[in-house]
């Protein structure tokens, strides 16, 4: 989403065009618009000459309402991760142009939003296709597929740090905070999360982050690129089917049906471990971020009464304190839920 205001970057940024020849110091006509939607990095759309592409600088405190602090180094890794999968999967990403390490700031091709529409978007406004959630969840079982078959990427995303401070700190230990009779489990689980090293995830895998694109899926935002647990990737996206179905109630089955689908194709991509203890991680922790986005650092904002909170409570709660066995009981209970809620 582009903002409406005209602004100046930081003029290291404009040093940092013109070293990789990205923009001339002679463009007068050079225009830097922000784009919206991010907490954790400044995103440009940068016009300049003939040329249309993004800069990405990574900040050190994020832009919510509590007090959240990350590493801007996460911005290289970042960068890794897109040239990983560019390699992989070249329309999955956005096409990687520079790089400043030190600067935290990396540029990449510009994606018009009137043909690549944001999949939140879409599922907010109750476009719920089954297609598109299979596509999503065949490409990042291929990607993490692709690097359990590269040696060199467990030493090149060493970030536990990092995913510790942007993801299990935020989400699973504040939390705890909130639920105080929950906290042994959610602290064991975010160690137990933390200590599993099975493939590259992206670490962000919401539908804020994806573009529908005409032949594939975008993903962005891989700042919490971590070699680590593939389960919290699934996880994370999944949960949004859940999310979202209770903001829009005439789409639950719709959108429950997509948690079904991502759920079934991403599984029967999993081929460097058995896909049912995988299955078993990521049943444990989508309860656990369920709740997160009610009661943790990064509260979804489109769910506002109270009433949809505690809902939320109800379910999620019983789960952490005893693990589902199966993705599909989540989405069962879920559906259950929902419908009682409806029923006069």
Known sequence: ???????????????FLYAHD?????????????????VSSDIWRVDAGNRTFCVKCALPKLKVARDW??????????????????EQAPRAVPRPLAHDAELGAFAMEFLPGETYPVWKSQLLAGVADVATAQSVAKLLGLLHAASTRDPSIPGKFKTDDIFYSIRLEPYLVATADAHPDLAAELHAMARDTLDTHRALAHGDVSPKNILVGPDSPVFLDAECAWFGDPAFDAAFCLNHFLLKSLYRPPCAPALLQCFNAFADVYLSQVSWEPPRELERRAARLLPALFLARIDGKSPVEYITQESDKEQVRRIARPMIARPPGSLREISSAWREALRHARAP
């Open 1 to 15: 989403m582009i903002m409406s205001m005209q602004a100046q970057p930081d003029a290291r940024l404009l040093e």
């Open 22 to 38: 990205l923009a001339a110091r002679d463009d007068a006509s050079m225009r830097w618009t922000p784009l919206a939607g991010g």
């Open 69 to 86: 602090h990350a590493p801007t180094s996460r911005n290289a890794y970042e960068w890794a991760w897109i040239n990983f999968a560019f």
